[in-house]
């Protein structure tokens, strides 16, 4: 079993709907992070968490919302989608200490017509 | 503020033959640096990392890399690819302080003929 799952892995909808996007983890990490993919630009940080009560805005988080429901669980919202939010999410976890790698979900591509 | 550069967009090669993917960081404090590849309609996983002790780190898939602290460097190198190699890899640098967020860079498409 994955230990980073997200759902849905494909979304299309269309401009001004709400839409969120949800991310688990069975790692028993405390630190969850959500990321935005766009071709030729890498991999943007949007929120990230470092404990259920702790959550922090990334680079590019206007129009984006999160929630950390618990350890596990972290979800990305977009509270009225625009086109130019038509790209890849991704969810990712790592160790609070020591410090190391990020483990990442599968992605979810949004497509926002 | 930290930010990581790497210097190949695209990188084709051909089977068997070395490569590079080149790397350049740039931090205020000490740093973790990471290489994670993703596959085709995949997520990232982690190919190796650098945390502290010998700069040469090895990796799955035979990649290897070296972290020069003097260039700000931590290019990824194979020396003979296979078809399989072909993917998009993805440098990255966190800084050790408690924030430990990750930079990623734009990535470098590598691609591999027969």
């Known amino acids: 079993d994955a230990d980073v799952t997200q759902t849905p892995r494909n979304r299309i909808t269309k401009t001004g709907k709400r839409i969120m996007l949800e991310c688990s983890q069975t790692k028993g990490h405390d630190r969850m992070y959500w990321y935005r993919q766009d071709p030729g630009l890498g991999l943007r940080l949007i929120y990230y968490s470092f404990d259920v009560k702790d959550i922090n805005k990334g680079e590019i988080s206007d129009g984006y919302s999160v929630s950390r429901q618990a350890q596990a669980k972290f979800s990305l919202s977009l509270e009225s989608a625009i086109p130019n939010q038509t790209a890849l999410y991704f969810c990712?976890?790592?160790?609070?200490?020591?410090?190391?790698?990020?483990?990442f979900g599968p992605g979810t591509r949004l497509t926002v017509l | 503020a930290q930010s990581v550069t790497q210097l190949d967009s695209q990188v084709p090669v051909f089977e068997e033959a070395p490569v590079e993917l080149r790397c350049n960081y740039s931090?205020?404090?000490?740093?973790?640096l990471f290489w994670y590849v993703q596959y085709p309609n995949q997520g990232l996983q982690l190919l190796l990392k650098y945390l502290s002790g010998s700069t040469l780190v090895k990796g799955i898939n035979g990649f290897e890399a070296e972290f020069n602290k003097s260039q700000t460097s931590f290019h990824l190198r194979k020396p003979s690819v296979h078809i399989s190699d072909t993917a998009e890899y993805f440098c990255a640098v966190s800084d050790r302080t408690n924030a430990g967020k990750s930079t990623f860079g734009d990535g470098t498409t590598l691609t591999v003929k027969p």
């Open positions: 990712a976890t790592s160790r609070d200490f020591p410090l190391s790698e990020q483990f």
């Open positions: 931090s205020s404090v000490s740093v973790y």
